[in-house]
């Protein structure tokens, strides 16, 4: 089992920023892709920002490019979320996302992280 621990959510004016970090921890895997997603009150879960492997390939969804890096680090298993020039409509419930392999089962599990919550607000 691999677990995923967010920090870094909090309350923050507009304009201001935030980094929220993810953590994995457990026995026998392998990150591989690593992504943020975030729930606005009222609605659906969406994809904010995905990070391959390597740490080359990265993509984001329209509404956060060029505010939003997300980055990882190998030796201590953690992604992390950079946002500046956050806006009302970042306000959501941020989750990690992690495809993890299973050196035991020899394949990929995907895992989820608790929630963050982002509020801003002025």
């Known amino acids: 089992q691999v677990q995923l621990v967010e920090s870094g959510g909090g309350l923050v004016q507009p304009g201001g920023s935030l980094r929220l970090s993810c953590a994995a921890s457990?026995?026998?895997?392998?990150?591989?892709?690593m992504r943020w997603h975030r729930q606005p009150p009222g609605k659906e879960r969406e994809l904010v920002a995905t990070i391959g492997w390597s740490g080359a390939n990265t993509y984001y969804a329209d509404s956060v490019k060029g505010r939003f890096t997300i980055s990882r680090d190998y030796a201590k298993n953690t992604v992390y979320l950079q946002m500046n020039g956050l806006n009302h409509d970042d306000t959501a419930v941020y989750y990690c996302?992690?495809?993890?392999?299973?050196?035991?089962?020899?394949?990929?599990?995907?895992?989820w992280g608790q929630g963050a919550q982002v509020t801003v607000s002025s």
């Open positions: 996302y992690a495809a993890a392999y299973n050196r035991a089962t020899q394949r990929s599990d995907n895992y």
């Open positions: 457990g026995r026998n895997f392998r990150l591989d892709v």
